[in-house]
């Protein structure tokens, strides 16, 4: 039982799918942290961007 206890200790099979994974898991983590952290400041980026445009479109300035 301890020989086989050692030898699944040793045993790297299938370890580079699993540090690709948690790789994964950190980069999308940090995307959807950046995402909400940022999410005030793009929407009035747009939004001023679409005034801008709707005023351009009447013949006013921005």
Do not use: K, P
Request: proline content about 0%.
């Amino acid at each position: 039982m301890l020989h086989r206890f050692v030898r699944l200790l040793r045993d790297d099979q299938g370890q580079g799918f699993v540090e690709y994974g948690l790789i994964l898991a950190l980069v999308a983590v940090l995307l959807i942290g950046a995402m909400l952290a940022l999410r005030g400041g793009l929407s009035n980026v747009f939004g001023r961007a679409t005034d801008c445009m709707n005023s351009a479109a009447q013949g006013q300035g921005c």
